[in-house]
Structures are given as structure tokens and as C-alpha cells.
């Protein structure tokens, strides 16, 4: 690897990770396939197999990169392509979390009401579901999943809404350490971050525990079940995907990457995290209160 | 690990990787991604067209005489699922990965071994996708729409195909990003944005389309998996959801998609037409603008497939009017190119020969998309052959015929040789010909009264069948001819060794390079000369 | 340069071309059955109205379009000896081709508007909503149709004739062209009055359906869980005949729509009728019936709901569908067939007949399968052991 290559743009010669990936990947895919339509299985054992392949290539992949950047094979222009495709992986992941938002919208105001009997929805409710009142929240006028209690938004839900924000603060203290050059104050409120962030989960799973055992609102419970677990369960997993990417910045601080002035990886993960936060004031506001 | 880019400085430009796997599973390379792409798209539009050969065996006269009803609702959904996801898409990614850097004088992708990734997830889930055929209950067998409740009846081929949309998503998605990063930032020092070729700009515009829509797509059908195998009730009324909000996902999704599938085809022909009118393209701000107009339109129109579900009459009549808008932008980009046309130095090569067809035949389908806009008669239409007319009109004539063009266009550019102008006319001639006894007729089925998604059809409907199957079974043999055609031109057989510049009448960067284009082309730093551009917009 | 490259072969060419598709144009407006119906509604004619108009503005455009295409392939050849222009654009030409597409569109939304507010929110000449004389519920199921007289009490289902039902089998060995409407008859039609608002509820009981009737011009989605509302007054006595317009599974091409329109006192005739019947299915259920008896009309109940799935020849199509001929539960005992039938199979395509068919249809179709092919049951079921299980 010549040094003096820093002035052109670095394309890798050989790719060794895809295809580990995609294996991986496939893995996930058919195991998870195969254990959801059996009746017998009681461990995915081929999922387990793929996730294990996946977090492999991941870290080998990002081995190779963080080898990359370490050893400055990137110019600014290879550091303007990372960026670009975060941004726009982040836009996706937008329109992602669109779709679930969409459809709470859709069945609040408009399937629910119809099967309530409001605008055209008259013959609806006459001739289907008669004495059904379509008020939200609700399971449905089959009341699917029986009777169910909601989450109190301003218990865990609000101390969890403060935990995040204040994550997005200290992740924004560490970037600004990170540009003075205080590795050692980087370092620390990294830490603080990801404490925040594993609050976060933490509370999420006691939350989801409170609902199975003592609320009896569960993902089956009707439309309000669906939505509810659907938009917090994926946010969770991006939260814990975003609290994993937090912990490895925090090493390689440790360790002694990034610099002021260049740390792409530092950023995309703060973009990332910044985003699963502005998602979560979204469930707050649509999902906990309205 | 050597330097790709800088070894163009001392060695000689055509170094590739020694070995098969390095060369194909593990290649950066954005020729040889884009290699693997299109003979992909090939495999994939083999296997999607032989199931449109059964459908057709079977439409073939009255009566059932080879399918069960159940295995030939299998055979539509598949075919299209794979038409569109695993042909005619990754066609345009293949053209996309080939030319979008020789265009834009970039050295490679932004990102090349992500695009390595976006590749090699397509076979993973194609086999995944279509293993669905062996399994208990079959394949997926309610359409590419996969409606529910009709989808959740289906056995255990719900889950493969989730799974499988999902990973084509996220190749997508990758693929994207890819371009939009390569484009956005690896463009050649003096290419500036009004002065890339169309086909830069319509797959820019494209990939922005995918980035929005494909993550919806995953949504909705993560939402079937989870109606399915988990209990939830999104699309079911008892427990409060709707299965129109499924629809209502899909087609916000699945209308960009056919957008998703025509604009590349925009930008190819655009390249096409004034390099054989000698004549530079009409109009080229305002292609520019069109497309951007008709990608932002395709996401506020999606409700005009669902106009027979009941929406309240506010939201048929928005719908209706939104799309008929879309006929305005697309009806400048058909006046461009016949103005492009006008007062040039015609001469009527295989590739200028498909792009007339294409003009004059996606019209047609335009056309016949526009009265299905008008909603109190898309009451009648819907779902008839006159909507399955449409659309392969649009797609057939529109996209493979883009890609069919884009082939002769560019593969002496690819491979170094020259296909044989004679079999490609006769190739051309007996597509354009079996393709209008295909579809043509299914016009008239359709207004006539023949459902959609049936394996068999009332005694009236029997003469126009016959004659689409025929004019089928021709389509189909006439792209064995450009299978032998294709392979041909690569082993050289009967050719001619292609010049550089290929076409008298090109412009453009990709033609002041050696035929076939070395395994890397370009450094970066180096500035293009605007003589070498074909649009170089001063007004 | 590539010199291999002639290009005077044109003008044969073009001229094929061109001539190839003007022909094709020209038979989209023929006469013989190749157009959009006509209809028999008032809608119906306003549909057809609106298509002719787009179809004619289309067809101008077109001939406008292709013909400046055209006349520019053959004039403007390389091989005439021409040098190409080297304009590039045309700020007038294109807003030109821009606002006159406009212009056409908005004159188009003008009559679209209108005939879309006939069919949702319909008003007569003095501006009054029209009212509605009477409703009838459609309920899709796969794969017939139910249909509910609200306001008479009726109440039946309607199902692909068994004659198109048997000939309509793979490898039945029956040509279609011998049977008649094949694929297009039902054994129990809806029967409605000529001049006459009628609403039109739909729903469907298992997946999403579409009930289309091309001459009423329009169609709508019967949807699981929720009512979809349209209207219709056909002006014409007549039999009127149309299919499913939305895939619903295996036999989604095999659901067909039959509408008899009467006159309205042979209307009133035929109410009158179906609620004598009624009464004698009343009879029926409550009499002894002989064995024969039994075994002919169950033949009849079977073909047209049973054959569907176990097929005419009860062998079924295994493993979807088990076989009724040698199957235990048919040559056992009495009471666990009637559960099955009455019941129906949780999760499984078996769904419940109680609701959809008279306890002496459900009775002769037991005793037909009893009696039919190689099974050795050999005895009788009557209408009261069904009633008996049913209110059990
Ligand atoms: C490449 C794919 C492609 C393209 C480009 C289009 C283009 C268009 N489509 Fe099509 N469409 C599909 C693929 C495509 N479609 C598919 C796959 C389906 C069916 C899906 C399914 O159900 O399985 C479908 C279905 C479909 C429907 C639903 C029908 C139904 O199910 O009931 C409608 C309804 O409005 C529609 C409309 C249009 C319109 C208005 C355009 C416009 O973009 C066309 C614009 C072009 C022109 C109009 C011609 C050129 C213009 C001029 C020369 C200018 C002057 C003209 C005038 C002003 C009149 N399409
Ligand atoms: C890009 C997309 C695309 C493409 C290219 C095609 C191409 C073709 N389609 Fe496709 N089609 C769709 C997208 C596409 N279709 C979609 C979205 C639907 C709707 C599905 C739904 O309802 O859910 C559909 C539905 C559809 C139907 C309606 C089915 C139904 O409603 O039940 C029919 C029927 O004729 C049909 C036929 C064909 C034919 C004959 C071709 C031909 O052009 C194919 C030609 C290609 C080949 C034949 C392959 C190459 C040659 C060989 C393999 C050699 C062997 C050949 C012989 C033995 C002759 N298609
Ligand atoms: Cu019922 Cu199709
Ligand atoms: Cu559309």
C-alpha cells in the first residue's frame, strides 16, 4: 500500500466480505423461515447460525475499513462517499419507520372510525359490527386478544423519553471533545452515552414485561397491540443496534482512532443515534400520548 | 493489497484479477459487477419469460388442459415477482454499474465493495424465492400484489418470500446509494450536473426513487409476516386493521417502482436517439426536469389501482386528476425525442430500431394508462386484460426494449466486437412484430370482459387468446435469437472489431475510450473536455 | 467509423411499420364485440361515452405524434443526402406541448368529474339525491356469491353451474364450446326489477373479492370486515352476465355473476315464488324423504357446492382436498359427517355449509356421498338428524 496514494481515490481491490454476508444472510433468512412454519422446532438453530455469520463479516469487513482508515488510504473524496451513504441508509431507514407510522395513521383515522360507522363506514358498522363504537385505542370489534390496559406515558415512557434526549446531549459533547482533541473527555461521555442507552433498553424491556404479565396487551391485541409492539419493537432494535455501534466507537477511542479534524465512523454512528432519538420523540408524541 | 486506482499510472490498463472466484464472487470492479448483473437479469428473464410460456400454453384455448387453477395463480405471481425484481431492476443496475462511470469519468463506484454486496445478494434470494415451487402449498400464488387476506392463506411459502423481498430490498437499497454517492461525488473534474448524459440523470433520479420506496415496500410485507406467524392484525377488521391499508403501502411503493422500471429505459433512449439523428438531444434541460417531474408525481398518484376498493369520492377524484398530470412530463419527453428526431441525419442501426418501436409502442401503453386514470372508467378496467395490456406495453416495450437497446448500443463497447447487423434487424423485426400479437390484443379482451389472474376463460374470449399465445411463443423464440445473438457477439463469432467510437453520430465520454473498454478506465483528476460531451447545456 | 452500417433500408421498413400500426389502431373502434360495452345502465353509457372521447383524443395525439415521427424518418435520412440540424431546443415549441396537453386533460376532467359524481353521491335533474328503492347485500365467499334481499327476506347463495363446473376440470375431456355460458352460468342468479335504484352492498366473508357486472358499468371489492356501497338502475330487461374482478384464491376464475333483470310485476312474481319456496323448504326440512329422493337431489347439491373441491368423481385433489370416495368419516358414522359438513374444518378450505345451505340439501348431499361410488355407508340421512346436530 503505497502512502502517497492519499490523493487518489481508494478502490479496494478485492471484496472477501459480501459474500460472507450474503451467506449469512440466507442463513438468517431460511432458518427463521423454516422455524416460523414449524410446528415442532423450538430453537432457530440455523438462524443463531446465520447472526453469527453476520456479526463475523461485520466485524471483518469493518476490520478491513477501520485497517483502511487507520492507515490513511482515504482522501477526503473516499470520506465524502461514506458520508453520503449513511445519509442516505438513514433516509431509508426513515421511509422505513414511515410505513409503520403510516399505517397508525391510517388505521386511527381511517379504518377505525369506518368500522365505528362514521362517513362511509355506515353499512360497516350496521350490518358488521353493530354496537361497536371505533374509539381509539381499541382491538378491534372482534376484540381480538381479549380486554388489555394501556402504558401510563408518564412513567417509564417519559423517563425513557429524558434518557435518550440526554444521550443525544452527551453524544454531542463527546463530537465537540472530539473536534478540541480531549480524547480523554471523548472517551468519558461516550461511556455516558451508552450507559443512557442501555437505560433506555433496559426500561423498554421492563416496560414490555409490565405489559405481557400484568396489562395483558400483547402484539396480539388487536390494531393498537399491532402498532404499539411493531413501532417501539423495531425503534428497540435500532437502539440496541445503535448502543452496539456506540461501545465499538468507544473502544477505538480507546484504542486511539479517529482525529479531530477526520472521523467519519465517529459521526455516522452519532448521526444514527441522533436519528433513532428523533424516531423515538415520534412514538412519544403518537404513539404514548395521542 | 496493491492500489487499483494508482496502478493505472505504471501498468497497463487491463489487470484483472486472476481466478475465477477472485475475479467474479470477490470483484470490485464495476464492469465486471455490472457483467454479472445483466447475464443475471438474463437468467432471471429466461426463467420469468418460461412461466409466461406455460401461462400462455395454458390461455391457449378454453378450457383447463395443463395447469391446476391454483398452480397457475402460482405461475403469475412468480413471473412477475420475477420479471420485475430479478430481471428487468437488476438489468438496469447491471447498465447503471457499467456506464455510470465511464459516463462521469469516475475510476469505479463510490463504494465497490458494497457493490459487490448489492450484487451478490440477488442469487441468495432468488433461490430462496423460487425453492418456494417445492414446497408444500407452492409458491406464492396471489399475485405480485400479494393482497391479503389472500396471501396469509398461502402455506409455508409466506415467510421465504418476506424474507426474500427483504434481501432484495436491502440490494436495492445498497445499489442506490451506490450511484447516488458515485454520481453525486465521483464526477470527473468540469462534469458538472447539466452536462451529464441523461442516463446519469435518470438513474440518479431512480435511486432516489429506490431509496424511498423499497423500505416501505419491507415494511408492508413485514407486516404480512407478522399478520401471519404472529398474531398481529394490521390487515384484518376484527381486530381493528384494514386490508386496504395494505394496499394503500403497496401501490405507495409499487407506483414509483413502475417508475423505478421506466426512467433508466428514458435515459437509454435518450442516448440512443441523438447519436443516430446526429443531432443533440432536444430539449435536454427540460428531459432533465421531466424526469424529476414525473418521479416526484409517482408518489402522490398510487390510489389509481385502487379505485374500485370504496375510498370516499374525494380521494377517487384526487386520485384521478394527480394522475392524469403525469402524462404532461412524460408527453415532453416523447415530443424530445421526436423533435430530436426532426431535421436530423437519420440512419436506422439495430439500436435506433428499437428506440422507434419503443417510442411508438410505450406511447400506446401511455396512452392506455391515461384512460385508465379517468376513474369512472377504470371502474370498467380494472383488473382486465386491458390493465395487463397496459402494462406490458409499458414494460415489455418500455423497459426490456431499453434493454434490449441498450444492449446493441453498448456491447460493442463491452466486449470489443461488433454484433451482425443483420441478425439484430432480424431480431428487431420479430420482436416488434410477435410482441403487438402478444399484447394487442389482450386490449380487446379486456374491454370485452376478461378478468385478470384466470386460468381459464369463457368460450368468447377464444380467438384473441390464441393469437396472443401465438404471438407469445414467437416473442419468446425470438429471444433465444438474441441469446445466440448476444453470445455471439462476446465469443466474436461473425463479427467485426468494434472501433472506439462505435457510432458515427456518439458523443460522450464512453466512446473516446478503447473498445472493449480496459478493465479500468479512468483516474481520478482527470478533467473532461466539454468537445467530448454530448450535452454541454448553454442556452 | 463503422462502416458496416447502411441505413437506405429504411423506407421499406418505415412503411411496414407505419402501416402495421395503423392497422392495429384502426380495429380498436370495430364493431364485433372488441370495444367496451355499451351497457344498460344509465352509468354504464356515460362510462362508455368517456372512453370513446379518450380513446378519440389518444388516437389524434397519436396519429399527430407518430405522423411528425414519421415523415421525419423518411425525410430526414441520412441516406437522402442530408445534413442534420443541430438545434437543441425550443423554448416556445415546448411550452407549447406543454399547456396544449393541459388544456386537453382539463377539458377530459370535466365529464370524468361528472360521471363520477353520478355514481357516488347520485342526484336526479332536480339536484335531490335519488333514493335508493331497495338493497341488496352481496357477500363474496370463496368461491360464490350470497345474496341477502334485505327488505324481502331472500336469501341464497349462487355458484358456477355444475355442468361448467364438471366440463371446466383439468382433463375433463369436455369441450367448452358444448356447454352453454360455459364459465359463465350460475345456478341461482340474482333476480332484480328493470327501472329500479338499487343499492348494492358488498362484503365478503373470507378474502377480498370483486363483483363486476360489465353492462351495470362500474365494479367494486367486496372486502372481509367492511361494506362497500354502490348503486345501480338497469334500464333493460335481460340476463346479464359477469365474473369475480379480484383473485381470491385457486378457483377465483370460476366465480361467476348472473343478474336476471325482470320486469317489476314479473319481479313481484318471482318474489312471490321464492317465498312460497321458502315455505316448502320449511316442508322439506321437516319430512321424512326417501332414500332415493335423497341420493337424486344430493347428486345436484353435491355437483354444484361439494365438486369443487372433492371433485365430481370424489377423489378430491390430495392433499388439499381429501377424497369423499373410500373416506372414513363418509363410511362411518352419520353424525361425525354431518359435524363436518355442518361445521366445517377449522383452518382448513372445509368451511361451514350450516349457514349457507337448507338442512334437506345438507342432507341429500350427505346421503348422495353415502351412496355414491365405492363407499359401503349405503344408508340415509335426514333432514331432522342435520337439524338435530345443528342445534346441538
Ligand atoms: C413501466 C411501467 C409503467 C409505466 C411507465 C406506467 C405508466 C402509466 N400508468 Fe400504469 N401500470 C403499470 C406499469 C406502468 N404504468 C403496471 C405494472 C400496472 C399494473 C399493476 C398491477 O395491477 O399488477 C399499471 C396499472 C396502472 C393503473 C391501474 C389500473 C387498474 O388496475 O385499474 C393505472 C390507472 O390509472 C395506470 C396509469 C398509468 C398512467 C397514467 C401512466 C403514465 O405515466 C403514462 C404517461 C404517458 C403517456 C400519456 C403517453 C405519452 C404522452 C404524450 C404523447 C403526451 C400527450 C398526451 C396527452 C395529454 C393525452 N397504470
Ligand atoms: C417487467 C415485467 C414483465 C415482463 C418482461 C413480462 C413479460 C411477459 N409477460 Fe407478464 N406480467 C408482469 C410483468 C412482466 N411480464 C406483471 C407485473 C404481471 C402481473 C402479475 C399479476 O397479476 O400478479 C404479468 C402478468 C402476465 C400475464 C397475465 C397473467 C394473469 O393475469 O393470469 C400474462 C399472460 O399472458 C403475461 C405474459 C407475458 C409474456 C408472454 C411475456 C413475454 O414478454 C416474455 C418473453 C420472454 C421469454 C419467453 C423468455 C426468453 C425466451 C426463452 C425462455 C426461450 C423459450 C421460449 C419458448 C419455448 C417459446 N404476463
Ligand atoms: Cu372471488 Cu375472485
Ligand atoms: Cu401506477
Keep these: 500500500m503505497s502512502n502517497t496514494s492519499n490523493d487518489q481515490y481508494y478502490v479496494p481491490h478485492l471484496a472477501r466480505w459480501p459474500i460472507v454476508g450474503s451467506i449469512g444472510m440466507t442463513l438468517t433468512a431460511v432458518g427463521a423461515a423454516t422455524f416460523m412454519n414449524s410446528e415442532t422446532a423450538t430453537t432457530p438453530v440455523l438462524m443463531y447460525l446465520g447472526f453469527a455469520v453476520i456479526i463475523f463479516m461485520v466485524f471483518g469487513w469493518f476490520a478491513e475499513v477501520i485497517k483502511e482508515s487507520e492507515n490513511n488510504v482515504y482522501n477526503a473524496q473516499v470520506d465524502t462517499s461514506f458520508r453520503m451513504g449513511m445519509v442516505w441508509f438513514i433516509f431509508s431507514e426513515v421511509m422505513f419507520f414511515a410505513c409503520f407510522f403510516g399505517a397508525l395513521w391510517y388505521v386511527r383515522n381511517m379504518s377505525v372510525p369506518w368500522l365505528g360507522g362514521e362517513g362511509t363506514g355506515l353499512f360497516t358498522n350496521s350490518e358488521l359490527w353493530a354496537g361497536y363504537e371505533g374509539v381509539w385505542p381499541t382491538n378491534g370489534p372482534g376484540d381480538i386478544g381479549g380486554k388489555f390496559e394501556l402504558i401510563d406515558p408518564y412513567h417509564l415512557p417519559l423517563v425513557n423519553t429524558i434518557l435518550l434526549m440526554a444521550s443525544s446531549i452527551t453524544l454531542t459533547i463527546a463530537h465537540h471533545a472530539l473536534v478540541d482533541g480531549a480524547r480523554k473527555k471523548v472517551i468519558g461521555w461516550l461511556i455516558a452515552t451508552v450507559v443512557l442507552g442501555a437505560a433506555f433498553l433496559f426500561f ?15 402484539l396480539r391485541s388487536g390494531i393498537y397491540g399491532s402498532t404499539f409492539f411493531m413501532l417501539t419493537g423495531f425503534h428497540g432494535m435500532h437502539v440496541t443496534l445503535g448502543a452496539i455501534m456506540l461501545t465499538v466507537i468507544t473502544i477505538r477511542m480507546i484504542r486511539g482512532h479517529f482525529k479531530p479534524e477526520s472521523h467519519f465512523g465517529f459521526e455516522a454512528v452519532a448521526w444514527y443515534w441522533h436519528f433513532v432519538d428523533v424516531v423515538w420523540l415520534g412514538l412519544f408524541i403518537f404513539v404514548y400520548i395521542i | 493489497m496493491s492500489h487499483a486506482a494508482v496502478a493505472t499510472h505504471d501498468h497497463d490498463h487491463d489487470h484483472k484479477p486472476k481466478g475465477f472466484v ?22 432471471m428473464f429466461i426463467f420469468g419469460g418460461a412461466l409466461a410460456m406455460i401461462i400462455r400454453l395454458e390461455l391457449f384455448q378454453p378450457g383447463l388442459q395443463f395447469v391446476q387453477p391454483d398452480f397457475f395463480n402460482q405461475l403469475t405471481t412468480m413471473h412477475a415477482l420475477i420479471m420485475v425484481f430479478g430481471a428487468v431492476m437488476p438489468a ?115 435511486a432516489f426513487l429506490l431509496i424511498a420506496v423499497m423500505p416501505v415496500f419491507a415494511g408492508a410485507v413485514t407486516m404480512l409476516l407478522t399478520d401471519h406467524y404472529f398474531g398481529t392484525s394490521f390487515f384484518n377488521a376484527a381486530g381493528g386493521g384494514d386490508p386496504v391499508l395494505f394496499q394503500h403501502i403497496f401501490w405507495f411503493f409499487g407506483h414509483p417502482e413502475v417508475y423505478i422500471m421506466i426512467l433508466p429505459s428514458f435515459g437509454i433512449f435518450s442516448e440512443i436517439i441523438p447519436t443516430f439523428a446526429r443531432k443533440p438531444l432536444f430539449g435536454y434541460v427540460s428531459m432533465v426536469y421531466a424526469s424529476a417531474a414525473i418521479a416526484f408525481l409517482s408518489f402522490i398518484v398510487w390510489a389509481h389501482h385502487m379505485f374500485s376498493v370504496g375510498m370516499p369520492f374525494g380521494g377517487e377524484l384526487y386520485f384521478m386528476y394527480a394522475t392524469m398530470l403525469i402524462s404532461i412530463p412524460t408527453g415532453v419527453k416523447v415530443f424530445n425525442w421526436v423533435s430530436t428526431m426532426w431535421k436530423g441525419a437519420m440512419t436506422f442501426e439495430t439500436p435506433m430500431l428499437w428506440a422507434i418501436a419503443f417510442v411508438i409502442l410505450f406511447t400506446i401503453g401511455g396512452f392506455s394508462g391515461l384512460m385508465m386514470a379517468i376513474a369512472p372508467v377504470d371502474f370498467q378496467y380494472h383488473d382486465t386484460y386491458f390493465i395487463v395490456a397496459h402494462f406490458h406495453y409499458v414494460l415489455v416495450s418500455g423497459s426490456v426494449f431499453a434493454i434490449i437497446a441498450g444492449v446493441y448500443y453498448w456491447i460493442p463497447k463491452w466486449t470489443g466486437n461488433m454484433y451482425s447487423e443483420r441478425l439484430g434487424k432480424i431480431h428487431f423485426w420479430w420482436s416488434a412484430i410477435s410482441i403487438n400479437v402478444l399484447f394487442f390484443p389482450q386490449h380487446f379482451l379486456g374491454l370485452a370482459g376478461m378478468p385478470r389472474r384466470i386460468p381459464d376463460y369463457s368460450t368468447q374470449f377464444a380467438e384473441f387468446n390464441m393469437w396472443s399465445s401465438i404471438g407469445g411463443f414467437a416473442f419468446g423464440l425470438a429471444q433465444i435469437f438474441f441469446i445466440i445473438i448476444v453470445i ?31 478493465h479500468h478506465t479512468f483516474q481520478d483528476g482527470e478533467a473532461v473536455k466539454d468537445e467530448q460531451l454530448a450535452h454541454v447545456s448553454t442556452h | 467509423m463503422n462502416k458496416t452500417i447502411k441505413s437506405c433500408k429504411l423506407s421499406r421498413e418505415g412503411f411496414l411499420f407505419t402501416i402495421f400500426s395503423l392497422l392495429f389502431f384502426s380495429s380498436a373502434h370495430a364493431e364485433y364485440g372488441l370495444n367496451l360495452t355499451k351497457g344498460v345502465t344509465e352509468f354504464s353509457n356515460e362510462v362508455y361515452g368517456l372512453h370513446m372521447i379518450v380513446f378519440w383524443i389518444c388516437l389524434v395525439i397519436a396519429v399527430l405524434v407518430f405522423g411528425a415521427m414519421i415523415y421525419s424518418m423518411i425525410m430526414h435520412r441520412k441516406s437522402r443526402g442530408v445534413t442534420a440540424a443541430q438545434f437543441s431546443h425550443s423554448t416556445k415549441a415546448e411550452i407549447i406541448w406543454t399547456v396544449i396537453p393541459i388544456i386537453i386533460l382539463i377539458v377530459v376532467a ?63 375431456g369436455i369441450n367448452p364450446e358444448d356447454v352453454d355460458n360455459y364459465l359463465l352460468d350460475v345456478d341461482n342468479p340474482l333476480v332484480i326489477p328493470v327501472d329500479t335504484n338499487i343499492r348494492i352492498l358488498l362484503t365478503a366473508d373470507d378474502v377480498i373479492h370483486s363483483w363486476w357486472v360489465p353492462a351495470f358499468g362500474w365494479k367494486r371489492d367486496a372486502i372481509p370486515g367492511f361494506v362497500n356501497e354502490a348503486w345501480t338502475n338497469v334500464k333493460k330487461v335481460g340476463t346479464y352476465r359477469g365474473q369475480c374482478a379480484e383473485l381470491c384464491g385457486k ?11 325482470k320486469s317489476k310485476e314479473d319481479y313481484a312474481n318471482w318474489v312471490n315464488d321464492q317465498k312460497g319456496q321458502q315455505v316448502v323448504a320449511e316442508i322439506k326440512n321437516n319430512s321424512e324423504w326417501t332414500q332415493n329422493d335423497l341420493i337424486n337431489k344430493g347428486k345436484e347439491v353435491y355437483n354444484s357446492q361439494c365438486a369443487l373441491c372433492h371433485q365430481a368423481s370424489g377423489q378430491g385433489m390430495p392433499p388439499a382436498f381429501p377424497a369423499l370416495d373410500g373416506s372414513v368419516i363418509v363410511n362411518g358414522s352419520i353424525d361425525e359427517q354431518i359435524k363436518t359438513v355442518v361445521f366445517g374444518k377449522e383452518g382448513t378450505a372445509m368451511e361451514s355449509f350450516g349457514g349457507k345451505l337448507s338442512e334437506s340439501d345438507i342432507a341429500a348431499a350427505i346421503t348422495y356421498t353415502r351412496n355414491a361410488w365405492s363407499n359401503t355407508a349405503k344408508d340415509a340421512v335426514q333432514p331432522q338428524d342435520v337439524k338435530r346436530i345443528k342445534n346441538s
Design chain 1, 204 to 218: 423498554q424491556v421492563e416496560e414490555y414485561i409490565e405489559a405481557y404479565q400484568h396489562l395483558d396487551l400483547t
Design chain 2, 22 to 43: 477472485k475475479r467474479w464472487l470477490m470483484t470490485t470492479n464495476h464492469k465486471d459487477i455490472g457483467t454479472l448483473y445483466l447475464i443475471f437479469a438474463l437468467t
Design chain 2, 92 to 206: 438496469f443496475v447491471g447498465f447503471a454499474n457499467w456506464m455510470i462511470p465511464i459516463m462521469i469519468g469516475a475510476p469505479d463506484m463510490a463504494l465497490p465493495r458494497m457493490n459487490n454486496w448489492s450484487f451478490w445478494i440477488l442469487p441468495f434470494a432468488f433461490t430462496m424465492l423460487a425453492s418456494t415451487f417445492f414446497m408444500d402449498g407452492g409458491a406464492p400464488a396471489a399475485g405480485w400484489t400479494l393482497y391479503p387476506p389472500l396471501v396469509l392463506q398461502g402455506g409455508q411459502n409466506l415467510a421465504y418470500a418476506v424474507f426474500a423481498i427483504h434481501m432484495l430490498g436491502i440490494s436495492s437499497i445498497m445499489g442506490a446509494i451506490n450511484v447516488i454517492a458515485t454520481i453525486m461525488n465521483m464526477r470527473a473534474p468540469n462534469m458538472g450536473y447539466l452536462k451529464m448524459p441523461l442516463f446519469v440523470w435518470t438513474w440518479l433520479i431512480t
Design chain 2, 488 to 518: 455471439r457477439t462476446i465469443k466474436g463469432k461473425g463479427t467485426t472489431k468494434a472501433t472506439d467510437r462505435v457510432w458515427e453520430g456518439a458523443k460522450g465520454l464512453e466512446w473516446f475510450i478503447p473498445s472493449p473498454a480496459p
Design chain 3, 110 to 172: 370535466f365529464p370524468s368529474t361528472e360521471a363520477l359524481i353520478n355514481m357516488e353521491s347520485p342526484t336526479d335533474p332536480d339536484g335531490e339525491r335519488i333514493t335508493m328503492d331497495m338493497t341488496i347485500k352481496v357477500t363474496g365467499y370463496q368461491w360464490k356469491w350470497k345474496y341477502d334481499y334485505l327488505d324481502e327476506g331472500i336469501s341464497f347463495l349462487s355458484t358456477l353451474s355444475s355442468e361448467s363446473n364438471i366440463a371446466r376440470q383439468l382433463g375433463s
Design chain 3, 251 to 261: 378457483d377465483h376464475g370460476f366465480m361467476p355473476i348472473v343478474v336476471i333483470v
